[in-house]
C-alpha cells in the first residue's frame, strides 16, 4: 500500500526533529526538502521545505542556540496530472464488417418481438461485443461473449433474453453495429409492415430487400409470399400497397421526385420509384427527422445563394416559422433548422413539412407517412432524388445512399 502524502511529511518531520538538538558544535541544523513520488501515474508532489533552528556564538565564546523565527516556507503541493491518452483504433485496418446481417424482424412477435441475423459470409464471425438497437440510442442489446453465428447460419434473439429489455414498435427502426462501433446493417418499417403473425424480412433470403412476410419464418429461410390477387387494379389493403395502375394517390411527385412513373412491383407490396425523375436542382428540403430535435435540413444545389428573408416552413397543422432578413443558403450549402432555436413547432410521425418563398408560392413539400422519419427521411440521391426512411441521419452534410 502506497502512504499517504501526509504519513509521508510526518515521517520526514521526525527525522528532523532527530538530527535537531543545541550542542557545543557550530554546525547549523540542515534543511530538508524531500521529493515524494506518488507510484500510481507519476505525479509529483514537493513537501514543504522545513528552515532549521540557526546557531549563534555569543561574546564569551558558548555557543547559544538561538532559534531564529524563520517562517516555514510552505511549498504547494504541485500534482501533475497523468496523461491519458485515449486508444485511436484504426478502422481501415480492421478489414470490412463481415456480411452479418439483420433477415427478420417481428415487431409483433409472439410471445414477444423478435431480430433474426443471418451470416450470408464464407466463415464463421464472432459477434461478442455487437450491438443491436432500435431507433432509440437509450434502447441496445450487446451480445454476449461466445456468440459465434456459423456461415449461413440464424441467430434469434428475443425481447426477455438478457440485456434485451426493449420492445420494438409497430414502426421503428433495427441497427447492428459490429465490435468497433461501425454499422454493419440496419432496416426501418412503418406500420403494418410487420403485421402479426408475420414479418418484416428479406426475401431473398439473405440478401433481399426488406418486406412485409406474411408468415414469419423464425430461425429460419425466408420464403415467398404466398399469391395475392394482384393486377385487378384495386388494392388489397391487407395484403398489397399498389396494383396495376393504382398507387393509393401516391405519384412520384409525392416522394419528391421531379416528375415520371412509379411500378407496382413484387406482387403488389412494394412501389418502384425507379422510373422517376430527378428533382429540378436548387434549393429543396433535404431532410428532416420527427425524432430529438425534429430537425429539418435545406439544401441548395444551385450556383448562386438563395436569400430566405420573409420565406417559410411549416407543418401539416400550419405551425409556422418565417425565415427572418439576413438568413441565406449558399450555393451547394446545408442550414439545419432545430426545434427549440429555430422553428418552435414539433413534427408528428405522420406529418409534412412545406417549404415556402415570400411570396406564399410553395417550392417544396416533404410528405412522410407513420415512422418514416423516424431516423432521418431524407432524399437520395442527396439534393435531387425522392424521399425515403433513411437508416443513417446526416444533417449538415450529404445523404448517404443504401
Known amino acids: 500500500m502506497i502512504p499517504s502524502l501526509w504519513t509521508m511529511i510526518a515521517a520526514a518531520g521526525l527525522a528532523l526533529a532527530a538530527g535537531c538538538g543545541d550542542s557545543d558544535g557550530t554546525s547549523a541544523d540542515t534543511a530538508l526538502s524531500d521529493t515524494m513520488t506518488d507510484a500510481i501515474g507519476g505525479d509529483t508532489v514537493?513537501?514543504?521545505t522545513v528552515v532549521a533552528d540557526t546557531a549563534v556564538a555569543d561574546s564569551s565564546g558558548d555557543v547559544a542556540v538561538?532559534?531564529?523565527a524563520v517562517a516555514?516556507?510552505?511549498v504547494a503541493d504541485t500534482a501533475v496530472a497523468d496523461t491519458a491518452e485515449a486508444d485511436v483504433v484504426d478502422l481501415d485496418a480492421l478489414?470490412?464488417?463481415p456480411a452479418v446481417v439483420i433477415n427478420e424482424v417481428a415487431a409483433e412477435g409472439d410471445p414477444a418481438d423478435w431480430i433474426e441475423l443471418y451470416n450470408a459470409d464464407a466463415v464463421a464471425v464472432d459477434l461478442a461485443g455487437w450491438r443491436l438497437r432500435d431507433d432509440d440510442e437509450a434502447h441496445g442489446y450487446d451480445l454476449p461473449a461466445g456468440t459465434t453465428l456459423e456461415p449461413g447460419a440464424y441467430l434469434v434473439v428475443e425481447r426477455g433474453d438478457a440485456?434485451?429489455?426493449?420492445g420494438l414498435g409497430g414502426a421503428d427502426a433495427a441497427l447492428l453495429y459490429d465490435a468497433a462501433g461501425r454499422l454493419a446493417d440496419a432496416t426501418v418499417w412503418l406500420e403494418g409492415e410487420s403485421p402479426v403473425d408475420g414479418s418484416w424480412g428479406r426475401f431473398p433470403n439473405g440478401t433481399g430487400d426488406f418486406s412485409t412476410r406474411y408468415a414469419a419464418s423464425k430461425g429460419g429461410e425466408n420464403l415467398a409470399n404466398p399469391e395475392v390477387p394482384c393486377g385487378d387494379g384495386a388494392i388489397n389493403p391487407s395484403t398489397e400497397v399498389c396494383d396495376g395502375a393504382e398507387f393509393g394517390g401516391l405519384s412520384c411527385e409525392a416522394f419528391g421526385w421531379g416528375g415520371g412513373e412509379l411500378t407496382c412491383a413484387d406482387g403488389c407490396t412494394t412501389i418502384d420509384q425507379s422510373a422517376c425523375t430527378a428533382h429540378a436542382v436548387g434549393l429543396v428540403i433535404n431532410e428532416v427527422t420527427s425524432a430529438g430535435d425534429d430537425l429539418v435540413e435545406l439544401f441548395n444545389g444551385g450556383a448562386t445563394a438563395v436569400d430566405l428573408a420573409g420565406w417559410s416552413i411549416h407543418?401539416?397543422?400550419d405551425n409556422t416559422y418565417v425565415f427572418p432578413a439576413g438568413v441565406s443558403v449558399a450555393a451547394g450549402a446545408y442550414l439545419v433548422l432545430t426545434k427549440g432555436v429555430d422553428h418552435d413547432f414539433g413534427l408528428g410521425g405522420?406529418?409534412?413539412?412545406t417549404l415556402s418563398d415570400a411570396s406564399a408560392a410553395v417550392i417544396?413539400?416533404?410528405d412522410w407517412q407513420d415512422g418514416e422519419a423516424l431516423l432521418s427521411y431524407c432524399r437520395w440521391p442527396d439534393g435531387v432524388g425522392g424521399f425515403r426512411a433513411c437508416v443513417a441521419a446526416t444533417f449538415g452534410a450529404a445523404n448517404q445512399g443504401e
Request: hydrophobic share 45%; charged share 35%.
Open 46 to 48: 514537493v513537501a514543504d
Open 66 to 68: 538561538a532559534d531564529t
Open 72 to 74: 516555514d516556507t510552505a
Open 95 to 97: 478489414g470490412p464488417i
Open 163 to 166: 440485456g434485451f429489455d426493449f
Open 315 to 317: 407543418d401539416d397543422a
Open 350 to 353: 405522420d406529418d409534412a413539412v
Open 364 to 366: 417544396d413539400v416533404a
